[in-house]
């Protein structure tokens, strides 16, 4: 299983709503509004890395009022 954080940044008052949609996804572990340079961070899993680029290009940056990810891989150094 391969699990990343997606960063989100969303148009100016869109954060809830898109993290609303999100969170319902296959997929989303759990998606949250944030402030800092991102609005919504999320957490994802899929089986290989190959269905979380798939995850992330054809549903998360599909839902309105995205404008920018950043996925960040989560890596098990031990």
Do not use: W
């Not at 960063?7 to 800092?36: H, M, R, W, Y």
């Not at 089986?47 to 054809?58: E, S, Y």
């Amino acid at each position: 299983m391969v699990q990343a954080y997606i960063l989100i940044q969303t148009e100016v008052g869109k954060a809830s709503a898109v993290a609303a949609e999100i969170s319902g996804l296959p997929g989303v572990l759990a998606a949250e509004d944030v402030t800092g340079p991102y609005d919504v961070i999320v957490r994802a899993e899929a089986d290989t890395m190959d269905n979380l680029g798939r995850l992330v290009v054809a549903q998360v940056q599909n839902v309105p009022g995205i404008t920018r990810t950043l996925t960040c891989p989560v890596v098990h150094l031990s």
